[in-house]
């Protein structure tokens, strides 16, 4: 049986360099939703938008501006909660799961119009029985703006991807050059 010649702390960085890549997959490209939401104009890319929650019991609060990703001409918005304890929500009878399992609750809805109350269903497990309680959230279309935040991220993270491949690469040629003398 042959043994790895590669040492311990590179096989960590591998594996912590992959885990990194998994991840940054998982939040750059989220699973599509199953409401249709509404042509937006706007090029695809991360914008933030104004968002007025109502309803409630008005304890729970939302993010505000909101993250809004546009793909393929279609707006959706990313709803975060001053809570975790919200297990789903529901737009137009269409039930939306959390994007993730720790922090405050986090869901992804199509934004299906603007500057109009949309009605939607949140589902409270912080009472004694789960509870749906309903809201209406308002788009305001004038508050869009570009974010550029999640580009200046992405280009950080992929020049990252490539320091870290030419240092394995350069890790990888030392190595094999020191083993060949």
Same mark, same amino acid.
């Given at each position: 049986?042959?043994?790895?010649t590669f040492?311990?702390?590179?096989k *960590?960085?591998?594996?912590?360099l992959w885990?990194v890549?998994?991840?940054t997959?998982i ?5 599509? =939703? ?6 937006v104009?706007l090029e /695809?890319?991360k ?14 609060t939302? =993010?505000?501006p ?8 279609k707006?959706?918005v ?8 919200y297990?789903y929500?529901?737009?137009e009878? *269409? ?14 809805l199509?934004?299906?119009?603007? /500057?109009m ?6 589902n ?6 789960p509870?749906e309680?309903?809201y209406?959230?308002?788009f305001?279309? /004038?508050?869009i703006?570009? /974010?550029t935040?999640f ?8 020049t990252?991807?490539?320091?870290? =491949?030419v240092?394995?690469i ?8 020191r083993?060949?003398?």
């Amino acid at each position: 049986m042959r043994r790895s010649t590669f040492p311990y702390p590179v096989k *960590k960085f591998c594996l912590g360099l992959w885990m990194v890549m998994c991840i940054t997959s998982i939040m750059v490209f989220p699973a599509s =939703t199953s409401v249709e939401a509404a042509q937006v104009g706007l090029e /695809d890319g991360k914008y933030s938008i104004e968002v007025i929650l109502e309803g409630g019991s008005g304890r729970a609060t939302i =993010t505000s501006p909101a993250i809004m990703t546009v793909r393929g001409g279609k707006g959706y918005v990313q709803i975060e909660w001053s809570s975790p304890n919200y297990d789903y929500m529901k737009v137009e009878n *269409k039930t939306f799961k959390p994007l993730q399992e720790a922090g405050n609750s986090t869901f992804e809805l199509p934004i299906i119009d603007f /500057d109009m109350p949309i009605a939607v269903v949140a589902n409270t497990t912080a009472m004694s029985t789960p509870h749906e309680i309903e809201y209406t959230l308002t788009f305001l279309q /004038d508050s869009i703006k570009q /974010d550029t935040s999640f580009e200046m991220m992405a280009m950080v993270v992929g020049t990252v991807i490539v320091i870290a =491949t030419v240092v394995i690469i350069s890790f990888f040629w030392i190595h094999k050059k020191r083993r060949t003398k």
